[in-house]
C-alpha cells in the first residue's frame, strides 16, 4: 500500500457526467501533482499545487478542474469528459516543489468515459 | 531530441540475470535522479533517488549516474520473477521528466 491514497480505484462515466477524484497523503507534503497515464506510455504532468496554490497547469483542457482544498487534500473534478480522457489518472505528492524531494505516487484511478 | 531517452523493450530476462536499464538526457541542468518502478495497474513506486554522479546501491539495485556522459543506469541482481515491472528513470530540476519506460519480463 503507498501512503498516498486515491478513490475511487475505477471510475466509469458517460460524457455528460460531473464526477471527482480524490487523493489523500498525510506525510506532511506541501506539494500534489495529477499525472494522466496512457497504457504503455509515461505519466504526464497535468497540475501541480504547491502550498495549496496551483502553480503548475499544463495546458489541460477545461474539463479538469483541480482543487486543494487543505495540504493533505487534493481533487480533480471533471466534467464533460471524451473517450480520448480515459486513462490512469496519478495523484502525487512531494515534500515541496524543488528538485531534491521526490515524488510518492498513489496507485490511480482508473477512468473509462463511456 | 528528446530530452529523456529509454528503451521501452520490452526486455527478457531468465531468473537470476544481471539487468541492465539506461536513460540518457540532453539537458545538464537535470540534478536529481530517480528510478520508480511500476507494476500493471499500479502507481509507480520510488526505487532509487540520487543527486550525485557515482553508484548507489539498496540491496539488490543499484542506480549509477555519469554527469558528464549524461547517462544514467539502475542494476539488478539475481533478477526474480517478482522484478517483472516498467522501470521508468526520471530526472528533475524543479520539473520532472519521465523517460519513456521500459518493460522488463524475468522468466523463472
Known amino acids: 500500500d503507498t501512503e498516498v491514497t486515491q478513490t475511487p480505484k475505477h471510475l466509469v462515466m458517460g460524457m455528460t457526467n460531473k464526477k471527482s477524484l480524490k487523493c489523500e497523503q498525510h506525510?506532511?507534503?506541501?506539494?500534489m501533482y495529477w499525472y494522466k497515464q496512457k497504457a504503455k506510455k509515461p505519466p504526464e504532468l497535468m497540475f501541480v499545487?504547491?502550498?495549496?496554490?496551483?502553480?503548475i497547469n499544463e495546458s489541460v483542457p477545461s474539463r479538469f478542474s483541480p482543487e486543494c482544498p487543505n495540504s493533505s487534500l487534493l481533487n480533480l473534478h471533471l466534467h464533460a469528459l471524451q473517450p480520448e480522457d480515459s486513462a490512469l489518472y496519478l495523484c502525487?505528492?512531494?515534500?515541496?516543489?524543488?528538485?531534491?524531494?521526490?515524488?510518492?505516487f498513489g496507485d490511480g484511478t482508473r477512468l473509462s468515459i463511456l | 531530441q528528446k530530452e529523456v531517452e529509454q528503451d521501452p523493450g520490452p526486455l527478457s530476462v531468465p531468473e537470476g540475470a544481471i539487468v541492465s536499464l539506461n536513460c540518457t538526457y540532453s539537458?545538464?541542468?537535470?540534478?536529481?535522479f530517480m528510478w520508480y518502478r511500476q507494476y500493471s495497474r499500479k502507481g509507480p513506486e520510488l526505487l532509487m533517488y540520487?543527486?550525485?554522479?557515482g553508484n548507489k546501491e539498496d540491496g539488490r539495485f543499484t542506480a549509477q549516474v555519469d554527469k558528464s556522459s549524461k547517462y544514467i543506469s539502475l542494476f539488478i541482481r539475481d533478477s526474480q520473477p517478482s522484478d517483472s515491472a516498467t522501470y521508468l528513470c526520471?530526472?528533475?530540476?524543479?520539473?520532472?521528466?519521465f523517460g519513456a519506460g521500459t518493460r522488463l519480463t524475468v522468466k523463472p
Open positions: 502525487a505528492s512531494s515534500q515541496d516543489r524543488t528538485g531534491n524531494q521526490p515524488q510518492h
Open positions: 506525510m506532511g507534503h506541501r506539494a
Open positions: 499545487y504547491s502550498y495549496e496554490k496551483l502553480s
Open positions: 539537458n545538464s541542468a537535470f540534478q536529481y
Open positions: 540520487t543527486y550525485s554522479s
Open positions: 526520471a530526472l528533475d530540476n524543479n520539473d520532472m521528466r
